[in-house]
Nanobody, 115 residues
Framework: QVQLVESGGGLVQAGGSLRLSCAASGSIFRFNTMGWYRQAPGKQRDLVATITSGGNTNYEDSMKGRFTISRDNAKNTVYLQMNSLKPEDTAVYYC?????????WGQGTQVTVSS
């Protein structure tokens, strides 16, 4: 079992920044991929960005240049730095862990961007 605890969400004005964190604990496999997904009301859950334990990153195209994913393997923590936020970035942001065998999701953290 892997537990994921997200933090850092909140209310921010358009153009502002937020930094999300996701701390993983439990039976963490050395080689894994962690990432962020988001789900707006009435919409499906979409990819934001992922990062492997080796540091390889993947972004949804519209997030490139504004969002940056990073991780600290020693702390089993993944971060999402979000800059130049827009009202359309409003969503619940979920952390995901995947190691090729098991998949786990965090409980989600709300990000609200006001215009």
């Amino acid at each position: 079992q892997v537990q994921l605890v997200e933090s850092g969400g909140g209310l921010v004005q358009a153009g502002g920044s937020l930094r999300l964190s996701c701390a993983a604990s439990g039976s963490i496999f050395r080689f894994n991929t962690m990432g962020w997904y988001r789900q707006a009301p009435g919409k499906q859950r979409d990819l934001v960005a992922t990062i492997t334990s080796g540091g390889n990153t993947n972004y949804e195209d519209s997030m490139k240049g504004r969002f940056t994913i990073s991780r600290d393997n020693a702390k089993n923590t993944v971060y999402l730095q979000m800059n130049s936020l827009k009202p359309e970035d409003t969503a619940v942001y979920y952390c995901r862990y995947y190691d090729g065998r098991d998949e786990y999701w965090g409980q989600g953290t709300q990000v609200t961007v006001s215009s």
